[in-house]
């Protein structure tokens, strides 16, 4: 019943970008909200952070058209292999992939007009370094605009989680749980760092939208659940009770959806414009 709690994915494998594109599924929402928000000129020089297989960044290309230069940087060179591919099968001659780490770029000062970050911070080891070298390669008047998931997210689970725990009469993971929830950044955390390093806040904007599963078996079983979050809910309880915890978390959560017609997990999303303080 939890053999989903046996699963494990190497992200750096040959062939895991290129079978996890579906990440622009579950980015999507995001990348949305950035599109229908991100300024929008001729001649401009655009950064995506953490630009994975080339959603958004391969969008915003094409939208700015070929008078914008747009680059996207990761660490992952098979991710870039993917936005490469992506560039030559639909003739897109305005995006250049670039290796790195978004806490030390290999790019010059004030070279941009705009960074952009999809959901990226959620995965920054070091939001402040990111935002620092975001500050020193935008040129004066320059904006940062990201997106993310913050605290609230999948709520849904995270109420079952706590009734499971209760059941099982293990307090001593409630601590754990609630760690883990409030590790997430909230907008209030994520604007103080920018402002923090030099960024005045433009514009904040708040959506959520809904996963729809047909019960807590489906979740706990779906390949993007399994890769980005199921090891972090296993790390709340430990080796040792994993396998009595999610056996009640699964059950507990097929319940609620036999109740309900369906299982639904709230995300929120958040999107944050900061500019860049001008000279003077």
């Known amino acids: 019943?939890?053999?989903?709690?046996?699963?494990?994915?190497?992200?750096?494998?040959?062939?895991?970008?290129?079978?996890?594109?579906?990440?622009?599924?579950?980015?999507?929402?995001?990348?949305?909200?950035?599109?229908e928000n991100i300024p929008l000129s001729e001649g401009l020089v655009v950064l995506d952070i953490g630009c994975w297989t080339g959603f958004p960044l391969v969008e915003i290309a094409e939208?700015?058209?070929?008078?914008?230069?747009?680059?996207?940087?990761d660490i992952l060179s098979e991710a870039l292999k993917r936005v490469r591919k992506k560039i030559a099968t639909r003739e897109v001659?305005?995006?250049?992939?670039?290796?790195?780490?978004?806490?030390?770029?290999?790019?010059?000062?004030?070279?941009?007009?705009?960074?952009?970050?999809?959901?990226?911070?959620?995965?920054?080891?070091?939001p402040k370094s990111v935002f620092c070298e975001c500050h020193r390669i935008l040129k004066p008047g320059g904006r940062i605009i990201l997106t993310t998931n913050p605290v609230g997210h999948m709520k849904?689970?995270?109420?079952?989680y706590r009734k499971t725990i209760r059941e099982l009469k293990k307090d001593d993971f409630f601590e754990s749980l609630e760690k883990h929830i409030e590790h997430r950044s909230?907008?209030?955390?994520?604007?103080?760092?920018?402002?923090?390093?030099?960024?005045?806040?433009?514009?904040?904007?708040?959506?959520s939208f809904t996963m729809r599963f047909l019960d807590g078996s489906s979740l706990l079983n779906h390949s993007f659940l399994r890769m980005g979050f199921?090891?972090?809910?296993?790390?709340?309880?430990?080796?040792?009770?994993?396998?009595?915890v999610f056996a009640l978390v699964e059950k507990n959560l097929n319940l609620l959806a036999k109740r309900k017609g369906e299982l639904k997990l709230t995300v929120p999303i958040a999107y944050?414009?900061?500019?860049?303080?001008?000279?003077?």
């Open 63 to 73: 939208r700015l058209g070929d008078s914008s230069v747009v680059c996207g940087i």
């Open 230 to 244: 199921l090891d972090g809910w296993k790390r709340i309880v430990g080796a040792d009770d994993v396998e009595e």
């Open 93 to 126: 001659k305005n995006v250049f992939p670039i290796l790195g780490n978004g806490s030390s770029m290999p790019l010059k000062d004030e070279a941009f007009d705009i960074v952009v970050s999809n959901l990226g911070i959620n995965n920054f080891d070091d």
């Open 1 to 35: 019943m939890t053999k989903y709690l046996e699963s494990s994915f190497d992200i750096k494998a040959p062939n895991f970008a290129s079978a996890y594109d579906e990440l622009s599924l579950w980015s999507s929402p995001f990348g949305l909200m950035l599109l």
């Open 156 to 160: 849904e689970f995270y109420d079952c």
């Open 186 to 207: 909230t907008v209030k955390t994520i604007t103080k760092t920018m402002k923090d390093t030099g960024f005045s806040i433009a514009k904040v904007k708040r959506e």
């Open 272 to 280: 944050i414009e900061a500019k860049k303080r001008g000279r003077g």
